[in-house]
């Protein structure tokens, strides 16, 4: 079955720091890959997707992500986090016949100044 | 462009009242999922349509919850009757088809707090 673990429940970053969010899936085969983001009273925006070719992608706000099937992971970085980007980040997984995504429990970012 | 339209974005009621959620999807989406999120148990899918057919309803609590999709551009979710427990942030979601690499449009969830 598919499954979407994020170790990390909440992460506290520096503003200007680096960030990295891990997100580890569990799927047979190529699996489809999603970061979303909720800002506090607002549904999920999708920040990027994975489908195929190449492993690295790129998405809004700055944020970009990289498939390593090796270790069945799709962590979500950004260079220079900004206080703006606090909110809870979302790993999904699909590819089942039904169509339906799995989300991870989240990961709660928090940004000092 | 017009998102996921839900409503009410709160709800405060009673418990042993009838709730009935709304959502809009975006037009074009022939894909429509009902999520509940909570603080234990994060973010759970209930059930989801294509093309106005309900495709996997395992993800509904119990027989107090239904939803229908009357036609491509309204659903509904229901609770009767309501209970504390059911106090959530629920969210609607639309996508294009039902092919898995695509992804949910999310609607800003309703926030029903259950007395």
């Known amino acids: 079955a598919q499954s979407v673990t994020q170790p990390d429940i909440h992460i506290t970053v520096s503003e200007g720091a680096s960030l990295e969010l891990r997100c580890n899936y569990s799927?047979?085969?190529?699996?489809?890959l999603f970061w979303y983001v909720q800002s506090p009273g607002q549904g999920l925006q999708l920040l990027l997707k994975y489908f195929s070719g190449d492993t690295l992608v790129q998405g809004i706000k700055g944020f970009e992500a990289e498939f390593k099937r090796s270790q069945s992971s799709f962590n979500l970085r950004k260079p220079s986090v900004h206080w703006s980007d606090a909110a809870e980040y979302f790993c999904a997984v699909g590819g089942g016949s039904q169509g339906n995504l799995i989300f991870g429990k989240g990961t709660k970012l928090s940004v000092k100044p | 462009d017009a998102g996921v339209i839900q409503s009410p974005r709160h709800e405060v009621t009673e418990m042993g009242q009838e709730v009935t959620l709304r959502c809009k999807p975006i037009?074009?989406?022939?894909?429509l999922f009902w999520y509940r999120q909570t603080m234990m148990r994060g973010l759970e899918l209930l059930i989801y349509f294509n093309n106005n057919v309900p495709i996997d309803d395992s993800g509904m609590p119990e027989d107090r919850f239904s939803a229908k999709m009357p036609n491509a551009s309204f659903s509904t979710l229901k609770i009767q009757p309501s209970e504390p427990r059911d106090s959530a942030v629920y969210f609607c979601?639309?996508?294009?088809?039902?092919?898995?690499?695509?992804?949910?449009?999310f609607g800003d969830g309703t926030r029903l707090s259950i007395l």
């Open positions: 799927y047979g085969a190529t699996p489809y």
């Open positions: 979601a639309s996508s294009p088809n039902r092919a898995s690499n695509q992804p949910q449009h």
């Open positions: 037009s074009g989406h022939n894909s």
